[in-house]
């Protein structure tokens, strides 16, 4: 089972960022901080895209993005359910009208 990832708080993330932009080295500030030097390149990345400097989705892009995704699952998921009752309905003929002889 894969290592959950740690969540920092977008304070520390942006605090790190500064910390980058005013000189510091991402392996320095990751040996100071106990992460990679390689989050530290993405965060600060990602900065830069929500800044507008770089090109890409912004953060909240990205989490409106997984949001809608999730969304559209469930609809699926949804879908499938519907269309399969719908199916078995038609089979055992349940909802269709019986012709009635009044004689």
């Known amino acids: 089972m894969p290592k959950p990832k740690p969540s920092y708080l977008p304070e520390f993330r942006a605090r790190v960022v500064e910390l980058v932009k005013a ?9 100071e901080f106990q992460v990679t030097d390689t989050t ?3 965060w600060v990345r990602q900065g ?3 800044e507008g400097v770089s090109q890409g989705g912004t953060t909240d892009e990205k989490q409106e993005l997984a949001q809608l995704r999730r969304e559209v699952k ?3 998921e949804e879908r499938d359910i519907l269309s399969e009752a719908a ?3 038609a089979q055992e003929g349940v909802g269709t009208p019986k ?3 009044d004689s």
């Open 74 to 76: 469930v609809l699926k």
């Open 87 to 89: 199916a078995w309905f």
């Open 40 to 42: 530290v390149r993405n």
């Open 23 to 31: 000189g510091r080295t991402a392996r320095s500030l990751a040996e």
């Open 99 to 101: 012709t009635r002889s």
């Open 48 to 50: 830069e895209i929500d």
